[in-house]
């Protein structure tokens, strides 16, 4: 598992509270990754390269305004949104045969997360 951040303001379209004003969040967002074996110098991936996948991603999140950004122009950018797009984002990147995308968590405060995953 990796764990890395960005920050970006949002508003939650339609919500009855709060959230539905102009506001921003420091994102931490944790990617986790499954194996079927280890490769010959006894690891899964690099974490390096994990790390590097995942901050080109959200590279397009950071320091934007998420309800400007597609596909949250459409889709409310609520934590659940973002794990997923993050996470269908990675899939296409890491999926090699042997190493797998398991979940992604996105982070909106210490103690507010989402985590999207498929079976």
Not at 25 to 34: A, D
Not at 64 to 92: H, M, Q, R, V
Request: charged share 25%.
């Amino acid at each position: 598992m990796i764990e890395t951040f960005f920050s970006a303001a949002h508003q939650l379209r339609g919500y009855n509270g709060d959230c539905e004003n102009l506001h921003g969040h420091n994102w931490k967002v944790q990617v986790h990754v499954l194996a079927e074996r280890l490769n010959e110098i006894d690891i899964a991936i690099d974490f390096h390269e994990l790390k590097e996948l995942t901050e080109e991603v959200i590279s397009q999140l950071d320091h934007g305004f998420l309800n400007e950004i597609f596909p949250f122009t459409e889709k409310n950018p609520s934590s659940e949104n973002i794990a997923k797009w993050i996470y269908d984002s990675l899939k296409k990147k890491i999926n090699d045969g042997n190493v797998h995308l398991s979940a992604v968590s996105v982070w909106e405060s210490e103690t507010a997360s989402a985590t999207y995953f498929e079976e």
